[in-house]
Antibody, heavy 122, light 108 residues
Framework: QLQLHESGPGLVKPSETLSLTCTVS??????????WGWVRQPPGKGLEWIGI???????YYMPSLKSRVTISVDTSKNQFSLRLSSVTAADTAVYYC??????????????WGQGTLVTVSS | EIVLTQSPVTLSLSPGERATLSCRAN??????LAWYQQKPGQAPRLLIH???KRATGIPARFSGSGSGTDFTLTINSLEPEDFAAYYC??????????FGGGTKVEIK
């Protein structure tokens, strides 16, 4: 069973870059069965998809965030990462990493990290 | 972009009652819809995929139905642990993958 765990700073200054890493255990990130993605949730609000990456490096992003988002993968460390540039208070949210299955439950998120709160404030 | 609208925003029910949650898409998405449950302080959990297929380990009191633009999540005989927020998500036309705004099922 996969386990995902987010890590990174909990506080980021406005205009700076938010950086988070998701470490995958219980399976290989290169398995080809999954996309690896990020979803965020502002306090008290709903879920917003940020983007996904395949182990080959192919990426898909939320159009409204595309100019600021980069998702990358490091297969040697079994990790993938999120970078969101030029952050504002509107980017304050709990950030989840999750696996998007491509076989059994096609293109739905079946495993999630516990989430990490990132606050944008000076 | 496919927009999903969930209703009601809040549903107040008692344990043992039936919950009926709605998710409506702004265009047909066939049966490419999932439902997630989220409890406070926890990550979402996949309940239903492809509109009506229960995910592994999900109790039979959870059922999904619908196709096209209108979908329903039904929870038969609410258990105390079922009081939570529920979100739908489509994968018919992406990117982007989109979620509905959520329905909170609270104890009456």
């Amino acid at each position: 069973q996969l386990q995902l765990h987010e890590s990174g700073p909990g506080l980021v200054k406005p205009s700076e870059t938010l950086s988070l890493t998701c470490t995958v255990s219980g399976g290989s990130i290169s398995t080809g069965r999954y996309f690896w993605g990020w979803v965020r949730q502002p306090p008290g609000k709903g879920l917003e998809w940020i983007g996904i990456i395949y182990y080959t490096g192919n990426t898909y992003y939320m159009p409204s965030l595309k100019s600021r988002v980069t998702i990358s993968v490091d297969t040697s460390k079994n990790q993938f990462s999120l970078r969101l540039s030029s952050v504002t208070a509107a980017d304050t949210a709990v950030y989840y990493c999750a696996s998007l299955d491509t076989t059994v439950v096609e293109y739905y998120f079946d495993y999630w990290g516990q989430g990490t709160l990132v606050t944008v404030s000076s | 972009e496919i927009v999903l609208t969930q209703s009601p925003v809040t549903l107040s029910l008692s344990p043992g009652e039936r919950a009926t949650l709605s998710c409506r898409a702004n265009q047909s998405i066939s049966t490419y819809l999932a439902w997630y449950q989220q409890k406070p302080g926890q990550a979402p959990r996949l309940l239903i995929h492809d509109a009506s297929k229960r995910a592994t380990g999900i109790p039979a009191r959870f059922s999904g139905s619908g196709s096209g633009t209108d979908f329903t999540l039904t929870i038969n005989s609410l258990e105390p642990e079922d009081f939570a927020a529920y979100y739908c998500q489509q994968r018919y036309n992406w990117p982007p993958l989109t979620f509905g705004g959520g329905t909170k099922v609270e104890i009456k």
